[in-house]
């Protein structure tokens, strides 16, 4: 799967440095909930759209939190952007993963891409032109758990769970519980 | 997987797998806008020296959807009605730039004999009464959507044995998934040396389709190939109906809700009824949806990561 340093690398043998444990994603988390109701002035009309692999359990647990907040379920979905990709040739192939939109489709939607860390923006890139093929939003929007800087395309999240400079050697690292069987960020 | 000439070629894990991608690109069906940008400025060439609709628009909406560009050539109006040899032809083609080659020929072998000559990933859509690997997968695949697993599923295969080549893909691809196969057929149309293969590669024979079909999980029927039929194989279309026919009795024989498959095009009325091929149970259009899907999936495994160096 992506081959960028979003990826869990659990065998190298630099020390990792925990920069977020699973309190602190939580807490992250439930920020940006708020942000996103309070920007959208509640829950109408927002759908959640998780990139993979990653993205879709972070979608899932915000969409979780907003509902707890407000008190109704919001629309959720996953997104696969690996068709969309503009790193295809350079590569042997990629597994695709499943595209699952909620009933109501995203016409007229706000939607709200999910993904675990902005990087390049090259993954985020892709899956705007993914969602033009699906539908026209009324708006996108772009929450994210780790922004790491060292953008090569002109594209900014509007919701950061963390803001982590790093140098471009570095790998940083999410784990989550349903993917990887427990919550961490770590730096190496 | 450089090519796709048999389904030998797969490992049953690469076999998930594409099941795995066919699912998704299953979805693409139903969208508004049904175009996938994954092979974008590849070139897909068919080439279809026999007869062939489903398969070929197939191909080509397959490609067309994932955004390469298809050309069409066939056998009548290109050069090889000028007296072109095979190879001349397709060195020809490949010589325009061509990343992928789809290709059905009477000749059985034609498609590994032109994956020998050319630099482009080959994919063999029907050769001879050798093999059709897509068809095979994509009748697997449907029976697994109804079915759930295949492993341990009885699969009845009845019909014009001896000159298909999807059952040959079949049985390969069926017996790899753990289904239990029965084949059947009048002894004229079982192919020779039957015995020994079906005890190798392990699957049943029978003449009596009466005794297979209320056991069965799943029906597939093949078509009576005419076309490739040099001799007497039975005595009348009638007698064959009576004999190997999916009649309108024998579709009472079956449990409830078995799939009947049947690869098309169908003689209606020959080895299935009107009433068979138009059953609630019949999977034979979702076979081409399918087929769509199963086919998308093959040409992105084949063209989509980097080609010059083989797959990782």
Request: proline content about 5%; glycine content about 8%.
């Amino acid at each position: 799967m992506p081959a960028t340093t979003e990826e869990t690398d659990p065998g190298t043998d630099r020390p990792d440095r925990t920069v977020l444990d699973a309190r602190d994603i939580s807490r992250a988390l439930t920020r940006i909930s708020h942000e996103l109701l309070e920007r959208n002035k509640g829950a109408t009309d927002l759908v959640l759209l998780g990139l993979h692999t990653r993205g879709v359990p972070l979608a899932r647990r915000i969409a979780e939190k907003i509902a707890a907040v407000e008190g109704a379920p919001v629309a959720v979905g996953e997104l696969d952007v690996t068709m969309y990709r503009d790193d295809l040739r350079s590569q042997p192939t990629r597994r695709a993963h499943k595209t699952a939109l909620p009933p109501g489709g995203i016409d007229e939607k706000v939607v709200v891409l999910v993904d675990d860390v902005l990087f390049s923006g090259r993954t985020i890139r892709a899956a705007l032109d993914a969602l033009a093929d699906l539908g026209r939003p009324a708006a996108v929007r772009l929450a994210v758990l780790v922004d790491r800087g060292h953008r090569e395309l002109p594209i900014r999240a509007d919701h950061v769970g963390k803001n982590l400079p790093s140098a471009l050697a570095e790998r940083v690292s999410v784990r989550l519980a349903e993917v990887d069987g427990s919550d961490e960020v770590t730096i190496s | 997987m450089k090519h796709l000439l048999s389904i030998d070629d797969l490992s049953t894990d690469e076999i998930h797998q594409l099941f795995e991608t066919a699912a998704d690109m299953h979805d693409v069906q139903s969208r508004e806008v049904k175009k996938l940008p994954a092979l974008r400025g590849r070139t897909v060439v068919n080439m279809f020296f026999e007869d062939s609709t489903r398969t070929r628009s197939s191909f080509e909406i397959a490609g067309k959807w994932l955004s390469a560009d298809v050309i069409n050539v066939s056998a009548k109006g290109s050069s090889t009605s000028k007296g072109e040899s095979l190879r001349d032809t397709v060195l020809t083609v490949c010589a325009m730039g061509v990343d992928g080659l789809v290709i059905r020929h009477p000749a059985s072998g034609a498609a590994v004999q032109v994956s020998q000559w050319v630099d482009a990933a080959v994919v063999n859509a029907g050769d001879g009464m050798h093999e059709h690997p897509t068809q095979a997968l994509l009748d697997a695949y449907t029976l697994q959507r109804h079915l759930g697993s295949l492993e341990g599923r009885h699969v009845a295969i009845i019909g014009d044995l001896a000159h298909s080549r999807v059952f040959r893909s079949n049985i390969q691809c069926l017996t790899r998934l753990g289904a239990r196969v029965t084949v059947v057929a009048p002894p004229t149309l079982m192919p020779s040396g039957i015995g020994a293969w079906s005890a190798a590669a392990g699957f049943e024979t029978s003449y009596d389709i009466d005794s297979v079909l209320p056991d069965a999980d799943a029906v597939m029927m093949l078509r009576v190939q005419r076309e490739r039929m040099s001799g007497a194989f039975f005595p009348s279309p009638r007698e064959y109906t009576v004999g190997y026919g999916l009649t309108r009795n024998r579709l009472a024989l079956l449990k409830p809700d078995v799939p009947i498959c049947h690869p098309g095009p169908m003689n209606r009325g020959l080895e299935i009824a009107a009433d068979a091929a138009d059953a609630a149970q019949s999977v034979v259009l979702e076979q081409v949806s399918s087929g769509l899907a199963i086919r998308m999936a093959v040409l992105y495994h084949l063209l989509a990561g980097d080609t010059r160096g083989g797959i990782a």
